[in-house]
Every structure is written in C-alpha cells, then in structure tokens.
Nanobody
C-alpha cells in the first residue's frame, strides 16, 4: 500500500523561501510520476509542478515558473518542492500526489495516491 506524506510547511513572509518534502513508501518510488497541488481556502485544488519518474523532466504551472523548483531523489524515495519569492496569494494547503499511469498531468483525478497536505501560509 502506497503512503505519501508531506512536510515542510509553515508560516513565512512574502518574498521568503520554503522547501517542502514528499516522502513516499509502499511501492518502488521510481515507478511513479509525482506532482504538487495546492488548495486555498474555498478554492479548487490547483496544479503546481510535476516531475517524471526518472526526475529528468519537469513541468510547471505558469504562475510558479522561475520561482519554484521540483526535484526528486529516487534513492531516498522523496520528492521536493523549493519555493522562492512566495506571495500571500500562495497561501494554501500543499499536497503531494503520485501517479502510476500518467506523467505531467494537471488533473487531480489522474493521481491515485495523495498525502494529507501541509499548510503554507505567506503573510504580507
């Protein structure tokens, strides 16, 4: 059974940086594409970035290009999201998701494994 667990959220000021981690267990991590989504209060769950199974290819939402960097370590079974120059409107619960059959999908329903989320709050 796959388990996904996010960590690294917190309260930061606008312009600060934060690094989120996504720990994966239960199946070979290298067989799963991974993505981050975020959901603000009362809003839909939005795609942020995704990474291929090997880590050689990434795809970003336009709103975070140049500020966020996604990576993964298949030996440590962990994916990461480095977030720089954070904005107050990016306050949300950030979720890590893993997909066995899709790569770089922006559709939440294509990911069958989800973590519980980690809160990121950016104050102005």
């Amino acid at each position: 059974q796959v388990t996904v667990a996010e960590s690294g959220g917190g309260l930061v000021q606008a312009g600060d940086s934060l690094r989120l981690s996504c720990a994966f267990s239960g199946r070979p991590f290298r067989n799963y594409a991974v993505a981050w989504f975020r959901q603000g209060l009362g809003k839909e769950r939005d795609f942020v970035p995704s990474i291929s199974r090997s880590g050689g290819d990434t795809h970003y939402a336009d709103s975070v290009k140049g500020r966020f960097t996604m990576s993964r370590d298949n030996l440590q079974n962990t994916a990461y999201l480095q977030m720089n120059s954070l904005k107050p409107e990016e306050t949300a619960v950030y979720y890590c998701a893993a997909a066995a059959y899709y790569t770089h999908s922006e559709v939440p329903t294509t990911y069958e494994n989800w973590g519980q989320g980690t809160q990121v709050t950016v104050s102005s």
